[in-house]
């Protein structure tokens, strides 16, 4: 295992307080916490998100104006406790009550969930959005039903928007609700990823192998392949999410390619190419784009696919302008 760190067990101290360290123009860490924060609060519905440490720039890269208000880290590859949420929670409300944005794991869940329940007893109204956008499998390691990945940054992007226009906790989650509903992703992995207190990588590709469906923790996907030429793997996925989505010609879509970790952006930039040209192809309409590293996976070298069927308003929240390390 070669990785630019000091002791394993350190890695998730030593890497928040690198971060806010860097960032603390705009950010803060609870103390006693690995809680990260905006600096300056306003009166609004408060979004909290979070989850295992290793995917950065999320979640903690997406907290500032016009995204998050607070994003709670777990150890590598695990769920922050429901004690760090709670806090997250009680740093950032305002009054109005706070989102919670959960990607669907079994311990996200789980420890969301009894932190929402703790934060009710001391009167804080707290909702939720589960995401669940990967469709490459139903079921898996860590979940039940389908996993949250990347999409999970425009359920981010959408609703910080929203709540910064000042809608209500129940009107962000309903609205939640109906972004996560037109919200799919796919990704194709290269190699795996090493958590540095397990020292190896989690599955181990051949030089000239590829899989496709590979979870944001390395949990299996739906085949593994000899390496192919960009076009075919962004065919692949691409159909995938035709299929799920049934879309017609002239539907308007936002796209998101999101690099896992150990994929330069010149090969993003061509996979995305590919991508845009079959879209077209079916007479598609997409008139936003991103792409780079958003949700990683430590050092995996893949992407992930993501398409949001857009609705009325959708591409306004999707423009407004944010105040965070990464968007």
């Known amino acids: ?42 009166s609004q519905v408060a979004l909290v998100s979070g989850g ?9 890269g997406f907290v500032g104006h016009g995204m998050l208000q607070a994003a709670v880290c777990g150890q590598v590859f695990t769920s922050p406790t429901p004690d760090q949420i709670l806090e997250g929670i009680k740093a950032v409300d305002q009054g109005k009550g706070v989102l919670m944005i959960v990607k669907n794991y079994s311990g996200d869940i789980m420890n969301f969930d009894m932190a929402k329940d703790l934060a009710e007893m001391e009167g804080i109204q707290v ?9 490459a499998v139903e079921n898996s390691t860590y979940t039940q039903g389908k996993r949250g990945v990347a999409g999970t940054i425009f359920v981010h992007k959408i609703l910080g928007a929203a709540a910064g226009k000042g ?13 996560v509903g037109n919200l799919k992703t796919i990704g194709v992995a290269l190699s795996g990823a090493t958590v540095p207190e397990v020292g190896k990588p989690g599955f181990v590709l051949a030089d000239d192998e590829i899989e496709f469906g590979v979870g944001i923790h390395g949990e299996p996907g739906y085949k593994r392949e000899k390496i192919k030429p960009s076009k075919e793997m962004a065919e692949e996925l691409v159909l995938k999410l035709k299929a799920d989505f049934e879309w017609n010609e002239g539907d308007s ?19 995305y190419r590919d991508c845009l040209s079959l879209l077209e192809q079916d007479q598609l309409s997409i008139p936003y784009s991103k792409v780079g590293n958003f949700m990683t996976s430590l050092e995996m070298a893949g992407v992930s696919l993501t398409l949001l069927k857009l609705e009325e308003d959708w591409l306004t929240y999707l423009n407004e302008a944010v105040d965070t390390a990464a968007w």
């Not at 630019?4 to 123009?25: C, K, S, W, Y």
């Not at 295992?52 to 903690?60: D, L, Q």
């Not at 909702?127 to 469709?135: A, C, F, N, Y």
């Not at 879509?253 to 996979?271: D, H, S, W």
Request: charged share 25%; hydrophobic share 40%.
């Open 1 to 42: 295992m070669k990785k630019i760190i000091n002791h394993p067990q350190d890695v998730l101290t030593e890497m928040v307080a690198g971060f806010v360290r860097a960032h603390n123009e705009k950010i803060e860490q609870v103390p006693e916490t690995f809680v990260i924060k905006q600096k300056e609060l306003t």
């Open 52 to 60: 295992g440490s290793g995917h950065e720039p999320a979640h903690a």
């Open 127 to 135: 909702g939720t959005v589960v995401v669940d956008d990967d469709i």
């Open 167 to 179: 809608l209500s906790l129940d009107e962000l989650v309903e609205l939640g609700k109906r972004v």
């Open 253 to 271: 879509f936002a796209i998101l390619v999101n690099g896992l970790g150990g994929t330069p952006l010149m090969e993003q930039y061509i996979f």
